[in-house]
């Protein structure tokens, strides 16, 4: 019984992994040059984002355990046909970094969001530098289907990095609305010069390392302006 209680385990937890590494591979985002962005036909209308109804979620991890939390929109529009999103822009605000760690003490949480957007003297450049990088822009470059998957493409800039990323979103338009989500996917943080932490770029951090993966969730919800 033991013997078989083990092998459903193991088998189970190589089927389980195999198909994790699958799904990270399928959106784990290969960054590229800077594209055109990509410009509204004369039948496209203007999308506001409503601001407060959109919203981006990340995570991060180390072999300690992990962090995660919600950066705001400032601002952005879309531009879409009554069938589909033909361009677009997104102003990410860096000073919005915000922690959501469930059971984290209100010091500790305050400390994480510091340190993030690099307000603390000393630590600036570790991650986001926000007094220097006070925003990071998305602006959308294309929209195609894979295999019946709609992937939203957009040069994404980053502390004055731009690099071209693709990503799988699912959107809803109805003339008035358009509500875009994207499924989780992963960019790797040094790509965009955050390199505090990872040990592709320093040596001798044994198990203090943080992952060069960071997860990304993006929930937009525009309405067509008047």
């Known amino acids: 019984m033991k013997k078989r209680v083990l092998n459903f385990v193991l088998v189970a937890g190589i089927t389980f992994g195999s198909v994790a590494c699958k799904n990270d591979k399928e959106n784990k985002v290969e960054p590229g ?4 962005a990509a410009v509204a036909g004369e039948e496209a209308m203007t999308y506001e984002i ?55 003490a209100p010091d500790d949480k305050t400390s994480l969001e510091n340190h993030l957007k690099g307000t603390v003297e000393g630590k600036e450049t570790d991650f986001f530098n926000v007094n220097k990088f ?68 320093f040596d001798n951090l044994g198990d203090k390392f943080i992952s060069d993966e960071m997860e990304l969730t993006i929930n937009v919800t525009a309405r067509r302006a008047e």
């Open 33 to 36: 040059e800077a594209q055109q």
């Open 50 to 104: 409503d601001t407060t109804q959109s919203t981006i979620e990340w995570r991060g991890t180390k072999p300690t355990g992990e962090h995660q939390g919600t950066i705001n929109i400032q601002d952005g529009t879309l531009m879409a046909t009554t069938e589909e999103i033909t361009s677009g822009r997104v102003v990410i605000d860096m000073n919005s970094i915000n922690v959501t760690d469930e059971g984290i």
């Open 134 to 201: 006070p925003t990071a822009t998305f602006e959308i470059t294309g929209v195609t289907e894979e295999n019946g998957q709609k992937m939203l493409q957009g040069n994404l800039t980053l502390k004055e990095e731009t690099k071209n990323i693709q990503f799988p979103v699912n959107s809803n338009l109805d003339g008035e609305t358009i509500t875009l989500e994207s499924e989780t996917f992963t960019i790797d943080r040094t790509d965009w010069g955050v390199n505090y932490g990872s040990k592709s770029v």
